[in-house]
T-cell receptor
């Protein structure tokens, strides 16, 4: 149980294009999903917290107009990197927080999306 | 401020036991998680401690002392596949996980 999928796993795009990343909780409902980015050999950096049916809460320094987050249902959140630039190249990882059962508040991670902007 | 202190890197031998220590300071506390992260992959959940004491799960055990702001992850019967980074992540009063850089564990034959 507690499986989170993420799609695509890898994307290469040209500078200026937009990229959408999907995060799905496959076997549980997640009212809260988190979006992280991670640079090589660095710690996870929380970008935003996404709650189903409401606007995402962005961390300081993260541009909400550049990183659009939509959490349309209890099992799906999307992150759109708009007008991507080479400095946006990174490993983007989503996580979903399971509610109830034996793992209250546990965050389960998707496999990540490696974005390369040329 | 909030911070986490873990060794940057540890080396152990296949079949042995290794203990990865973590000390933390957070604004409030709602439990502590340990995650495993292989290079180039996302973290996977290992354990969760909210009360003091030891939680055992197969070859892995995690210990918490809230008064000392201290936790450790104990890995027994080490296997080569255990080579990974181990992330200690306490949860603060806002139920947000606080992340450090983790401990890179290298297993040698």
């Amino acid at each position: 149980g507690a499986v989170v999928s993420q799609h695509p796993s890898r994307v290469i795009c040209k500078s200026g294009t937009s990229v959408k990343i999907e995060c799905r909780s496959l076997d549980f409902q997640a009212t809260t999903m988190f979006w992280y980015r991670q640079f090589p050999k660095k710690s996870l950096m929380l970008m935003a917290t996404s709650n189903e049916g409401s606007k995402a809460t962005y961390e300081q320094g993260v541009e909400k107009d550049k990183f659009l987050i939509n959490h349309a249902s209890l099992t799906l959140s999307t992150l759109t990197v708009t007008s991507a630039h080479p400095e946006d190249s990174s490993f983007y990882i989503c996580s979903a927080r399971a509610l109830g059962g034996g793992h209250t508040d546990t965050q389960y991670f998707g496999p990540g999306t490696r974005l390369t902007v040329l | 401020g909030q911070n986490i202190d873990q060794p940057t890197e540890m080396t152990a031998t296949e079949g042995a036991i290794v203990q990865i220590n973590c000390t933390y300071q957070t604004s409030g506390f709602n439990g502590l998680f340990w995650y495993q992260q292989h290079a180039g992959e996302a973290p996977t959940f290992l354990s969760y401690n909210v009360l003091d004491g030891l939680e055992e799960k197969g070859r892995f055990s995690s210990f918490l002392s809230r008064s000392k702001g201290y936790s450790y992850l104990l890995l027994k019967e080490l296997q080569m596949k255990d080579s990974a980074s181990y992330l200690c992540a306490p949860m603060d009063s806002n139920y947000q996980l606080i992340w450090g850089a983790g401990t890179k564990l290298i297993i040698k034959p």
